[in-house]
């Protein structure tokens, strides 16, 4: 089956401890992002990337940093210097079809980072 | 920057009734995507519903149908005959033609279901 995986679902952190977020898709897309999701609040995009090798940096990039060294992968690192790292990830893919196309995001399971 | 709003953090409808949730945004592009995802409490989203800004029909799936005014830039979401399965988070999102890479959300709403 096509789809996003995430891993792990849960993980607990120690302060000043870097810790890094799986992200893996077999959909073929070239997209992929990272959003941080907080209670009551929507969907805060971190990093995104277009292709292998490339990523953009999105609203909240402080403190996260990324990789793209496979089309299928797209890991999150969550460095000791983010200030409040506790919350919701969620990572998702779309294909890179051109503007004229919904070109809408898939969705992987997420993460629960909590930080000790 | 685009930004999308959502002024209905919650909301609730009685099983077999119909609900419509509110979203607005705000844009200077002329084409663009909107969308409808649902997150229930397993927290994975879901794509409800997608409209395209230059289709003047509205989108319409199973029970699922959006009210999309251009001109005010608003674009509701109704669901008929609600279920319980229907309790969720519901977030609107935008994504231009150009800068097609990039998603905007609203900040969601939350649909509770009275049996």
């Known amino acids: 089956d096509g789809g996003i995986t995430q891993s792990p679902k849960y993980l607990f952190r120690k302060e000043g401890q870097n810790v890094t977020l799986s992200c893996e898709q077999n959909?073929?897309?070239?997209?992929m992002y990272w959003y941080r999701q907080d209670p009551g609040q929507g969907l805060r995009l971190i990093y995104y990337s277009q292709i292998v090798n490339d990523f953009q940096k999105g609203d909240i990039a402080e403190g996260y940093s990324v990789s793209r060294e496979k089309k299928e992968s797209f890991p999150l690192t969550v460095t000791s210097a983010q200030k409040n790292p506790t919350a919701f990830y969620l990572c998702?893919?779309?294909?890179?079809?051109?503007?004229?196309?919904?070109?809408?995001?898939?969705f992987g399971p997420g993460t629960r980072l909590t930080v000790l | 920057a685009q930004t999308v709003t959502q002024s209905q953090p919650e909301m609730s409808v009685q099983e077999a009734e119909t609900v419509t949730l509110s979203c607005t945004y705000d844009t200077s592009e002329s084409d663009y995507y909107l969308f409808w995802y649902k997150q229930p409490p397993s927290r994975q989203m879901i794509l409800v519903i997608r409209q395209e800004a230059y289709k003047q029909q509205n989108a319409t799936e199973n029970r699922f149908s959006v009210n999309f005014q251009k001109a005010a830039k608003s674009f509701s979401l109704k669901i008929s005959d609600s279920q319980l399965g229907d309790a969720a988070m519901y977030f609107c999102a935008y994504r231009g033609l150009y800068n097609f890479n990039k998603f905007y959300f609203g900040s969601g709403t939350k649909l509770n279901v009275k049996p």
């Open positions: 959909l073929n897309h070239d997209a």
């Open positions: 998702a893919s779309s294909p890179h079809r051109g503007g004229d196309s919904y070109n809408e995001q898939f």
